[in-house]
Antibody, heavy 116, light 113 residues
Framework: EVQLVESGGGLVQPGGSLRLSCAAS????????MSWVRQAPGKGLEWVAN????????YYVDSVKGRFTISRDNAKDSLSLQMNSLRAEDTAIYYC?????????WGQGTLVTVSS | DIVMTQSPDSLAVSLGERATINCKSS????????????LAWYQQKSRQPPKLLIY???TRESGVPDRFSGSGSGTDFTLTISSLQAEDVAVYYC?????????FGQGTRLEIK
């Protein structure tokens, strides 16, 4: 059974940092592109970042470039998102997803709230 | 960036009737070298993550009921639910994966009339 389990969300002050993790199982993680997708409360879906199966290529939406870093550890079947200089507009549920033809596997998400 | 625009924003359809959601991209998402449209559709029910329904514009994901179908090419796409069931109440999103940034439509809320 495929599982993606996110963790690391919480309440953080503007300007603060947070690191999200995603534990993968049930598929060949090391052969899969992976992504983070977020959804602000009551809003639509926004792709945040992609990382190639070997970690050699990374892509970001403009609004997080220079602040967020996506990474992976294929030995641990783990995906991460380091988020720095957080802003109120980063408040969202963050989903980990496998990027195949579209996003075919999704986690349940972890909520990040940026507020003072 | 490729802008994805869905219509309508919301839709109410009677049980057993057809539901049609449209999606238009600001530029073509057809990759001519393999003749594939880099377009996917998702269903998101309340308090759940999205679920992939359709990829390559018309290929149904494994396990998705055959009442769901996708069509279109280039810049204009359609998701059709042939006979609406109560469990189809959800928000539906189209998404292009032709180029980064990957972008989604704003969503279409589907309800029972």
């Amino acid at each position: 059974e495929v599982q993606l389990v996110e963790s690391g969300g919480g309440l953080v002050q503007p300007g603060g940092s947070l690191r999200l993790s995603c534990a993968a199982s049930g598929f060949t993680f090391s052969g899969s592109w992976m992504s983070w997708v977020r959804q602000a409360p009551g809003k639509g879906l926004e792709w945040v970042a992609n990382i190639k199966y070997d970690g050699s290529d990374k892509y970001y939406v403009d609004s997080v470039k220079g602040r967020f870093t996506i990474s992976r550890d294929n030995a641990k079947d783990s995906l991460s998102l380091q988020m720095n200089s957080l802003r109120a507009e980063d408040t969202a549920i963050y989903y980990c997803a496998r990027a195949q033809f579209g996003f075919d596997y999704w986690g349940q998400g972890t909520l990040v709230t940026v507020s003072s | 960036d490729i802008v994805m625009t869905q219509s309508p924003d919301s839709l109410a359809v009677s049980l057993g009737e057809r539901a049609t959601i449209n999606c238009k991209s600001s530029q073509s998402v057809l990759y001519t070298s393999n003749n594939k449209n880099f377009l996917a559709w998702y269903q998101q029910k309340s308090r759940q993550p999205p679920k992939l329904l359709i990829y390559w514009a018309s290929t149904r994901e494994s396990g998705v009921p055959d009442r769901f179908s996708g069509s279109g090419s280039g810049t204009d796409f359609t998701l059709t639910i042939s006979s609406l069931q109560a469990e189809d109440v959800a928000v539906y999103y189209c998404q292009q994966y032709y180029s980064t940034p990957i972008t989604f439509g704003q969503g279409t809320r589907l309800e029972i009339k």
